[in-house]
């Protein structure tokens, strides 16, 4: 589980040009937030999404969500250490849905299999994209993210797998 936050301004791919080149840009900085759940192994998506914040409410209404989608099996939810996902009442609400509630290491978003949804979203949705008002760019963001089981789903297969590099020996070098 992690949250994004989409915002609309350029995201530039790629740009060298010889002279200067000014590019199309939206005005005003709105933000599309989107708390989401993967499976690691059917890859179902939960999704809360926004244009407010993610708080400790969003954190609930997920939670609510996946037991929900659970069907009696026990659940293990990774997230991170954002302050909202580690309040009283996200830790209450988990405990009386019966979910287990697992906290990465801090700074270690490469262990948490989202995050390489979020930057796939973000290569086929915000690089080098144009959206001439927000409604347009969520509307982008949200068709992307219903896709990830129909569409996408062979270009998600080898991304979102459980594969992590691991090191047997650490090698440190003194400097």
Not at 36 to 47: D, F, P, R
Request: hydrophobic fraction near 45%; aromatic fraction near 12%; charged fraction near 20%.
């Amino acid at each position: 589980m992690d949250a994004a936050h989409f915002v609309l301004a350029p995201f530039l791919g790629f740009l060298w040009a010889f002279s200067r080149i000014f590019i199309k840009a939206p005005a005003g900085r709105s933000r599309f937030n989107v708390l989401g759940a993967i499976n690691a192994m059917t890859h179902e998506l939960v999704l809360v999404c926004n244009d407010t914040y993610i708080n400790a409410n969003s954190v609930c209404e997920l939670l609510r969500k996946i037991a929900e989608s659970s069907v009696g099996l026990p659940i293990t939810l990774i997230l991170d250490n954002a302050r909202y996902q580690k309040c009283n009442l996200v830790q209450d609400l988990a405990v009386l849905l019966n979910i287990e509630l697992l906290y990465l290491t801090p700074y270690s978003p490469n262990l948490n299999i989202i995050e390489r949804l979020w930057k796939f979203v973000k290569r086929k949705c915000l690089w080098s994209k144009y959206y001439s008002n927000f409604e347009d760019f969520k509307k982008a963001i949200t068709d992307c993210l219903s896709q990830t089981h129909t569409t996408y789903r062979n270009e998600l297969k080898s991304l979102l797998n459980l594969k992590f590099q691991s090191f047997k020996e650490a090698q440190v070098t003194t400097v």
